[in-house]
C-alpha cells in the first residue's frame, strides 16, 4: 500500500480559507468512507480532526471541514486561526482493516 | 477520559527486537481497534499494524514478517514486537485506539525508539 499523496505545503492569512487535498486510489480512497485527517503541533501526538469524510469529534471547531470526490478527499480550514499552523495529514482505509496515511501537509499562517 | 501511555526501551541494537507496550486507561481493552503507529524523524505517520483480540491482528504488508502484536487482558495493555530492526526502524512509536469509524481518535504521547550500536 503507498502513501496518499499530499501537497507538502499550503498557507493563508487569519481569517482565510485553506483547502489540502490526499489523493489515493479506487483501492482506498475511492473505495470506502473512512477518510480521516489528523493535525500535528510539533513534538505532539496528532489529534483526530475528521472522521468518515466529514464528521467532527466533539470538540473540533466546525471551521474544518472535509469532503471526497472520487479518488481525492479534502481538508477545508475556514477562518484561519493562528493555532491552525501545524502538520496535517489524511488517512484511509484500505480493505481488510488496513488503514495508509498522507504524506503530510504544512501548513502555515502568514 | 481514554488515555494511552507507551512504555519501552529508548535504544535498541540493530538486528535485535523492539519491545513496546501500550497501558490504557479509562476504556476496556477487550473492545475497540488497537493500533500502532509511527513517525521516523522529520517524516510522515506509517500505519503499522492493529490488534482486535487474540485473533484479530494485522499489519502493513510492508512490516508483516517482523511484527508481533499482543493483548495483556489482565493488566489493560497491548504490546508490540518488531523483529530484526535497522537505522529506519528509528522513529516515534505511538498506540491508538480507533474508536470512530475509520478514525484514531486517542493517542499516546509517542515514545522515541533509536536503533543504533
Known amino acids: 500500500q503507498s502513501a496518499l499523496t499530499q501537497p507538502p505545503s499550503a498557507s493563508g492569512s487569519p481569517g482565510q480559507s485553506v483547502t489540502i487535498s490526499c489523493t489515493g486510489t479506487s483501492s482506498d480512497v475511492g473505495a470506502y468512507n473512512y477518510v480521516s485527517w489528523y493535525q500535528q503541533h510539533p513534538g505532539k501526538a496528532p489529534t483526530l480532526m475528521i472522521y468518515?469524510?466529514?464528521k467532527r469529534p466533539s470538540g473540533v471547531p466546525d471551521r474544518f471541514s472535509g469532503s471526497k470526490s472520487g479518488n481525492t478527499a479534502s481538508l477545508t480550514v475556514s477562518g484561519l486561526q493562528a493555532e491552525d499552523e501545524a502538520d496535517y495529514y489524511c488517512s484511509s482505509h484500505a480493505g481488510s482493516s488496513k488503514f495508509v496515511f498522507g504524506t503530510g501537509t504544512k501548513v502555515t499562517v502568514l | 477520559q481514554v488515555q494511552l501511555q507507551e512504555s519501552g526501551p529508548g535504544l535498541v541494537k540493530p538486528s535485535e527486537t523492539l519491545s513496546l507496550t501500550c497501558t490504557v486507561s479509562g476504556a476496556s481493552i477487550n473492545t475497540n481497534y488497537w493500533t500502532w503507529i509511527r513517525q521516523p524523524p522529520g517524516k510522515g505517520l506509517d500505519w503499522i499494524g492493529y490488534i482486535y483480540d487474540t485473533v484479530n491482528i494485522d499489519s502493513n504488508p510492508s512490516l508483516k514478517s517482523r511484527v508481533t502484536m499482543s493483548l495483556d487482558t489482565s493488566k489493560n495493555q497491548f504490546s508490540l514486537n518488531l523483529i530484526s530492526v535497522t537505522a529506519a526502524d528509528t522513529a516515534v512509536y505511538y498506540c491508538a485506539r480507533r474508536g470512530l469509524p475509520g478514525g484514531f481518535d486517542y493517542w499516546g504521547q509517542g515514545s522515541l525508539v533509536i536503533v543504533s550500536s
Open positions: 468518515e469524510v466529514n
